[in-house]
């Protein structure tokens, strides 16, 4: 048996009800074993981002709550810093409550995961996706 440690967390009431209605969808007799689950999953795309090495090209996709205050200009000020990384930017209003950004990127993948990270752990950011893809000269034939 594995060694175990309990642990307590808060939640909004509203992310905890979406959280139990898929993992009743999916058939899981706790909230225990689905957050497990969850945590392996969320660990597993770290070290995915962390293996990447070289130069690489992607986008990184981020859905955000507009209302958030200061958010915008966080996120505004950090594509600047990395303006270098950054070939465009694409912004469209999803709906009333948010928008969406495509970042288009091309450099180090190093660095492209360390501005992943940023954008991902600001407070009111709620989806982020990188895709990266692999320069034409590294595809295997
Ligand atoms: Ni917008």
Redesign the pocket.
């Known amino acids: 048996m594995v060694d175990m440690d309990r642990i307590s967390i808060s939640l909004p009431t509203k992310l905890l009800g979406e959280f139990d209605e898929v993992i009743s969808e999916r058939g899981y007799a706790s909230r225990s074993e689905a957050i497990r689950d969850a945590i392996r999953d969320y660990i597993i795309k770290h070290k995915w981002i962390h293996s990447l090495e070289g130069e690489r090209a992607g986008t990184i996709t981020i859905i955000y709550d ?1 209302h958030a205050s200061e958010l915008m200009k966080k996120l505004t000020e950090i594509q600047h810093k990395n303006g270098d990384l950054i070939v465009a930017a694409l ?4 709906d009333n409550d948010h ?1 969406m950004e495509v970042v288009l990127v091309k450099g180090e993948a190093k660095r492209i995961r360390e501005l992943t990270d940023k954008l991902t752990s600001q407070k009111g950011v709620k989806q982020v996706k990188l895709t990266v893809m692999m320069p034409g000269g590294n595809i295997p034939e």
């Not at 912004?91 to 999803?94: A, S, Y």
């Open positions: 507009h912004h469209m209003h999803l928008c």
